[in-house]
């Protein structure tokens, strides 16, 4: 029996994450306040002891690079990686990925598998854990050529991804890749789901034998996986549906992200960050614990090294590792990414803004990207419910304020 590869996609540009994308790949983007995106796929490979792991990237790759390097280090006495293959270094055609597809086939002499290996493919943007020893184990047991993850949603969702046909046993016998016509999202139903779902979809995680990935790879020179290859396999291959019950998220929007974060916080979140079964790994840092003063904190996350300050009052918010919340700040559904480092000891020149959230500041559904200074009263409100805006030191995205990274605000900015 052949080992697993696995092949984490980067995405594109990220343009609707933006401006969480504007200096990261997106897979680098954080994610409860001490983790990336890219952790996710990972820690996934490693509860399963897949440890042959290599991540395709194009944009932005290097904090993902860094981050990558700096925390997945196997010692001496285990064999594995963890490999950022950027585009400008495949060496074949014009090196750019041109889709999902085109960025396996580019790579694809790197993986070094062998005939009895198999081959899966992760999104490098997508929340969710899920036992990928089982997926394994059911692709290999029932014989398929391919396997697709695959979970139920609504109708309407069911426009944004790969919807299938299965038979009793699993068997893929259709397939449709964002289906926009009535008749056909139609002809895609169900039959027994209960609501709202009513459509089966694929989540764009997929188990390949590698001899019938190289064998498509060559066969069908177009470009992505759920609009022409997958297709392609279907007329030639055996392909199984894994239905996935379990929590999953495709945070491909600023909404989505801002809204996946929060959900951490309830009180028992459908994502769980608390197990042993599948525990999230990211790069140790050795921080100090979180320092909370006479504050108030309802249904947060508090990562290491935050510090709350006195009279301060956080409701359903993440605040990341090395935040600092001033005195007498109020923050309601806010993310915070926090700080790569703090500027107690620094000699900041006069009139220089420090890192964290100053004093008697109030926000209220946003999100704060790494290392940003907030000045003294502050009030990011959105009082106007704007759906989109943008100045010198905010975005809103999806109704959402966002902060870009390094962002400065003035005392008394409001909006």
Not at 1 to 7: E, H, S
Not at 27 to 39: C, H, S, T
Not at 40 to 51: E, F, V
Request: hydrophobic residues 40%; aromatic residues 8%; proline residues 5%.
């Amino acid at each position: 029996m052949g080992k697993t590869i696995a092949v984490i996609l980067g995405g594109g540009r990220g343009e609707r994450l933006q401006p969480l994308t504007s200096h990261r790949a997106k897979p680098a983007v954080p994610i409860a306040g001490k983790f990336r995106l890219v952790d996710i796929p990972i820690s996934n490979c490693l509860n399963a002891d897949i440890h042959d792991i290599f991540v395709l990237t194009q944009y932005l790759s290097a904090s993902l690079n860094r981050h990558v390097a700096q925390t997945y280090r196997f010692d001496v006495f285990r064999a594995g990686q963890v490999s950022v293959l950027p585009a400008e270094q495949a060496g074949t055609g014009d090196g750019w990925y041109q889709g999902t597809a085109d960025a396996v086939r580019k790579q694809i002499k790197r993986l070094e598998a062998d005939e009895d290996d198999d081959i899966l493919v992760l999104a490098g943007d997508q929340v969710y854990m899920m036992d990928l020893r089982d997926f394994v184990a059911k692709h290999r047991a029932s014989g398929a050529d391919v396997s697709i993850a695959a979970t139920t949603c609504g109708r309407d969702e069911a426009r944004r991804f790969g919807v299938m046909k299965v038979d009793g046993d699993n068997t893929i016998l259709e397939f449709a890749e964002k289906p926009q016509d009535e008749a056909v999202l139609d002809a895609f139903t169900v039959p027994g789901l209960e609501a709202p779902h009513t459509h089966l979809a694929s989540m764009g995680i997929y188990l390949f034998r590698y001899p019938v990935l190289r064998e498509l790879l060559d066969l069908d020179q177009r470009d992505d996986f759920g609009k022409h290859v997958l297709h392609t396999a279907l007329e030639r291959n055996r392909l199984h549906a894994y239905p996935f019950t379990g929590y999953w998220e495709d945070v491909g929007t600023i909404a989505s992200y801002h809204r996946v974060n929060l959900e951490l916080t309830d009180p028992v979140p459908a994502l769980n960050l608390f197990s042993d079964e599948h525990r999230l790994y990211s790069r140790q840092r050795f921080l100090p614990p979180a320092k909370v003063g006479e504050a108030l904190v309802q249904r947060a996350l508090l990562c290491d090294g935050a510090i709350i300050g006195d009279g301060a009052t956080v409701r359903k918010s993440v605040i990341g590792i090395r935040t600092v919340i001033g005195p007498g700040c109020t923050l309601e559904r806010v993310v915070s990414s926090g700080a790569g480092s703090y500027d107690f000891d620094s000699d900041l020149p006069a009139g220089t803004i420090p890192l964290g959230i100053g004093e008697f500041s109030i926000l209220r559904n946003a999100i704060v990207d790494r290392d940003v200074r907030i000045g003294r009263g502050v009030r990011l409100l959105n009082e106007r419910n704007l759906k989109e805006y943008q100045d010198e030191y905010i975005r809103v995205r999806d109704g959402v304020i966002v902060v870009p990274r390094r962002g400065i605000i003035p005392d008394g900015y409001t909006f």
